[in-house]
């Protein structure tokens, strides 16, 4: 079986935050269940380089735009490797590879007749790289995302991508759930949205407004391929397509892409259109993820309540923020981080609850000197079901339910008074408990599973504390 999941690409046109640790670290841990039940996995992310924000970044510092990306794409891939996640491939959008990709798709649309090139005036978010008509924007006439920066009216020839052909096949392939959408919420959003009616969308920019940057268009040397339709080929790209066929045959379609709610119209329509004109196979999931709020407010450079993840991971290590953004974020809901709730979490959930539970057993087991010579532990079968329906939260809610249930037993027991025998016999079916606990965090807070597992093989020792209280 393999399993090819997708995080989204991110602009790289400024450092890393915490939204993306909470979005890297979902798919992460949906990758590393599927490395467990054997599956050969690829976990993609990359870069977006291509926008003209990246464009404008890069020349208010005054740099070379290709310096500047490669820069700050090396920061989400540092952020990455920081928060144990495993990206088994990381493509940018400057690449070479992904330039011939997104030609071959330009041209396997155009071929059937889907792209097309026409005047064109409208309103453009730049922070989405997108156009908008009036009624798409808030009571000020900006755009829901960017609130405070004024769009730009544009005007220019451009190429078109018949997205309006495509309304009906998509609309039942949504509905079908053939391209699934979750939570049903989501779907149903998007559902409405294609009911609304589909306008055909610009797919391109002249070279003067894309300022030389990105893919060339394939026969047109004064044009560039719009943002969105390359970004999103970049999921493709990574795997293959356009320079190694077969790799690309084993991998495409995607499994799932894991996505933010800001970008689910471009994964929930114009990307499954894209896909059908090419004549190429749909992505099978879609998992649309809501945000982080700051003590109750949105994050944002305005307000200056952007949470550095690698600040946090100094103070608490890498699965105490990873717990943090997985137990206490629900995927579905904005979910909110403080200072406050962080340190509560830690102490309460880590350092008195697993970490306490762990300490307790391993202490007993020194004492008499026990040695685990059968390991059965079993993965929590409730953690399966909510992990594939991505509710985190609560696949860790299932956990901390077994790591109370244990610590209650041991207080009821009170196995220090218990005969050696007795104790060593408590011991045993403690152990194996402690060894499915751990089994089922290993795509969660993986680093701390191996440390269990390893704790609890063989002669059980006690060691140093798996979160040291702050
Ligand atoms: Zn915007």
Known sequence: MKQ?????????NAAPHAGHALEFIQGD??????????????LLSGADENALKN????????ENVQAFVDKNAKLFQDLAEKLNVRFDVFQKGSDEKHHLASQKLWQLCAEQGDIYKKSYKGLYCVGCEAFYTPDELDEKGECFEHPGKKLEEVKEENYFFKLSSYQDKLLQLIESEKYQ???SFRKNEVISFIKSGLQDFS????????????????????????VWFDALNIYQSGIGFGWDEEKYKKWWPADLHVIGKGIIRFHAVYWPAILLSAGLALPKKLFVHDYITINGQKMSKTLGNIIDPLEVIKKYGTDALRYYLLAKVSPFTDGDYSDEKMLETYNADLANGLGNLVARIAKLAEKVSFEITQTTEIFDPLVKERLEQFKFNEALGAIWQDIAALDKKINEVQPWKLEEEKLKEFLSESAVKIRSIALSLKPFLPETADKILQQFSGQVTSSAPLFPRI
């Open 4 to 12: 090819y999941i997708t995080c989204a690409i991110p602009y790289v």
């Open 203 to 226: 797919i391109s920019r002249t070279n003067k407004r894309a300022k030389n940057w990105g893919v060339p268009v394939p026969g047109d040397p004064n044009q560039r391929e719009y």
């Open 55 to 62: 464009v404008q970044a890069a020349e208010s510092l005054g």
């Open 29 to 42: 841990t949906i990758a590393r269940y599927h490395r467990l039940l054997d599956s050969e996995v690829i």
């Open 181 to 183: 959408i979750i939570p």
